[in-house]
């Protein structure tokens, strides 16, 4: 559990967001190494509802996606972390795909 309280906030509306759209995984742990992605959204096939309340949400919200609230403005290194779980978890789609 997390020590930052936006942190918990940030994952929980998210995942009331997207739940009518798809799967919505908090917490989901990267392979390699002891990372974790904050939420993994996987979209329902085809998405069941057309939201228009969402806007940029909703359009994000199509295609499996790697979300990382922060409450300030990111650093280099966060967006570099964030980049390193998106290429894990890629990876891993791939392999197991295989």
């Not at 997207?18 to 799967?23: C, K």
């Not at 908090?26 to 190494?33: A, F, K, M, S």
């Not at 096939?45 to 940029?56: A, I, K, M, R, S």
């Not at 919200?61 to 280099?76: H, V």
């Amino acid at each position: 559990m997390t020590q930052i309280p936006f942190d918990q906030l940030a994952k929980q509306y998210l995942e009331g967001f997207l739940e009518p759209l798809g799967v919505v995984q908090r917490n989901l742990e990267v392979p390699g190494e002891p990372k974790y992605v904050d939420v993994w959204f996987t979209p329902a096939d085809p998405l069941t509802e057309p939201v228009n309340d969402f806007g940029l949400l909703y359009r994000i919200a199509k295609t499996p996606c790697l979300l990382e609230p922060f409450r300030n403005a990111p650093g280099r290194q966060d967006i570099r972390s964030c980049l390193l779980k998106l290429l894990w978890i890629q990876e891993d789609v791939k392999r197991k795909a295989k």
